[in-house]
């Protein structure tokens, strides 16, 4: 079946340097997608969302891309703090309230 | 966390036993979900209930049972036919809007151990 995946399963960042997540997604019906972060033993939390007919999205230190040609998300964190430190995680909304979430990718960040 | 509670925070259960996961919300959603997270991966749908007292089976429901008697409320039963049911499980709720796509809001979770 279709699915959502990550490209890297772990990510290690200098604190103040900028983070970059990717995701690739393969159901090219997908009209929404989310970024969610995920501390060690907590439920996600949104970051940041996009529709399908936009490809960039700007919040609070991050930044959503999106490239439909190649079904492509990525998740930008400018200025990564120590409490950035988390699992995120995409998510495709492709079938009303319906979410497929990807595998997540753990995100490091050294002092 | 938002409007969101699970209880208990963690769970142990003796194996052959049924075990029931509370979660409720007081944001008047109307769609809630639970899932269930393994070690180092991603969230797998168990069960979803778009109004009560009604609910469809997700992708992974064998073994575990819901009811939606409440709209604030969608409590999980984990029963003794599930093989391996230690886990973290997670619910989340949302409400559907006009153009069908919003987010969904997750509780804080329950860790379940199977003794």
Redesign the interface.
């Known amino acids: 079946g279709e699915s959502v995946g990550l490209h890297l399963p772990t990510l290690s960042v200098q604190e103040g340097d900028n983070s970059i997540i990717n995701c690739a997604y393969s159901n090219s019906a997908s009209d929404y997608f989310i970024w969610y972060k995920q501390e060690s033993g907590k439920g996600p939390q949104f970051i940041i969302d996009i529709r399908s007919n936009m490809d960039k999205r700007q919040g609070q230190r991050v930044t959503v891309l999106l490239n439909k040609t190649v079904k492509h998300l990525s998740l930008q964190i400018a200025a990564t703090q120590p409490g950035d430190s988390a699992v995120y995680f995409c998510a495709e909304n492709n079938a009303g309230n319906m979410l497929t979430f990807g595998g997540g990718t753990r995100l490091m960040v050294k002092p | 966390?938002g409007g969101?509670t699970?209880s208990p925070k963690y769970l142990f259960r003796k194996e052959g036993q049924n075990v029931t996961l509370s979660c409720e919300q007081n944001l008047n959603h109307d769609?809630m979900y639970w899932?269930r997270q393994d070690p180092?991966?991603?969230?797998r749908?168990i069960y979803?209930s778009?109004i009560v007292n009604d609910f469809q089976k997700g992708d992974i429901a064998e073994g575990y049972s819901v009811s939606r008697e409440k709209k604030e409320s969608f409590p999980l039963t984990v029963t003794s036919a599930q093989k391996n049911p230690t886990a973290f499980y997670?619910c989340?709720s949302?409400n559907?809007g006009l153009?069908?796509?919003?987010?969904?809001?997750?509780?804080?979770?329950t860790?379940l151990t199977v003794l």
């Open positions: 966390d969101i699970q769609a899932y180092g991966q991603g969230l749908l979803y778009q997670l989340a949302t559907p153009a069908g796509y919003n987010e969904q809001f997750f509780g804080p979770g860790r």
